[in-house]
């Protein structure tokens, strides 16, 4: 039972916000997984770090 209906506004405004949370999850998901390869195939070695310095 609801006591009052909500406001076109409101349904609006919710499903914007879950749709950036959504954009912000994607993201979150490319970065960590961006992270993960360049962890597992050595990228963060000194060597890779030859010239800078």
Do not use: C, W, Y
Not at 21 to 45: D, M, N, P, R
Not at 46 to 51: L, N, R, T
């Amino acid at each position: 039972m609801s006591f009052h209906d909500d406001h076109e506004l409101h349904k609006r405004r919710f499903g914007r916000n879950v749709g950036l949370a959504l954009v912000l999850l994607a993201f979150i998901g490319i970065v960590f997984g961006l992270t993960v390869v360049k962890v597992t195939q050595g990228g963060l070695e000194p060597s890779a770090f030859k010239g800078q310095g």
